[in-house]
């Protein structure tokens, strides 16, 4: 992902721009900080490169605000 939007307090989802990945209908996105997975969960729409797509802000909560970068990835 190259690009991320962070969510509004009031907002329920988030999203991201995907270049690294081809198409996949029903991602399990990743969430890793500090070399270790801190999130992990099935999506129920497709990503594909070159467009948005949404990402529940609940799988952000498991993020340490104090700890280093958050890598997001998406598996088939």
């Known amino acids: 992902m190259t690009q991320y939007s962070p969510p509004a307090p009031d907002d329920q989802e988030t999203s991201a721009t995907v270049e690294e990945f081809g198409y996949i209908p029903f ?40 700890g280093g970068p958050v890598r997001i990835s998406a598996e088939a």
Do not use: C, E, N, Y
């Open 27 to 66: 991602p399990r996105v990743v969430l890793r900080q500090d070399g270790k997975i801190v999130a992990r969960r099935r999506l129920w729409w497709p990503v594909a490169p070159g467009r948005v797509f949404r990402v529940p802000t609940g799988i952000l909560t498991s993020v340490d605000p104090k």
